[in-house]
Nanobody
Framework: EVQVVESGGGLVPSGGSLRLSCATS????????MGWFRQAPERPREGVAA???????YYTDSVKGRFTISRDNAKNMVYLQMNSLKPEDTAVYFC?????????WGQGTRVTVSS
């Protein structure tokens, strides 16, 4: 059974930092790219960052220079380091992967940035 479990969300003041973690199991982690999405209230879900199997990273423009995605293939974990947080980063953050046949999402972790 594939499991994708996020953690690390919380309430942080504007300018602060958080590190999100995503623990996975049930699939060959190192063989697939991983991503972070977020969904703010009354907004569509949007891609935030992605990392390929060889460590190439991609970011949406609004988080470039502030967020860093990384992965630890030995631990089957993916992380999102978020610095210089802004109120507009407030959202539920989801970890995502797509294997050969299925897409998998975590349950999400809530990030709230106070102004």
């Amino acid at each position: 059974e594939v499991q994708v479990v996020e953690s690390g969300g919380g309430l942080v003041p504007s300018g602060g930092s958080l590190r999100l973690s995503c623990a996975t199991s049930g699939f060959t982690f190192g063989a697939y790219g991983m991503g972070w999405f977020r969904q703010a209230p009354e907004r569509p879900r949007e891609g935030v960052a992605a990392i390929t199997t060889n460590g190439t990273t991609y970011y949406t423009d609004s988080v470039k220079g502030r967020f860093t995605i990384s992965r630890d293939n030995a631990k089957n974990m993916v992380y999102l380091q978020m610095n210089s947080l802004k109120p507009e980063d407030t959202a539920v953050y989801f970890c995502y992967t797509k294997t050969d046949s299925m897409e998998y999402w975590g349950q999400g972790t809530r990030v709230t940035v106070s102004s």
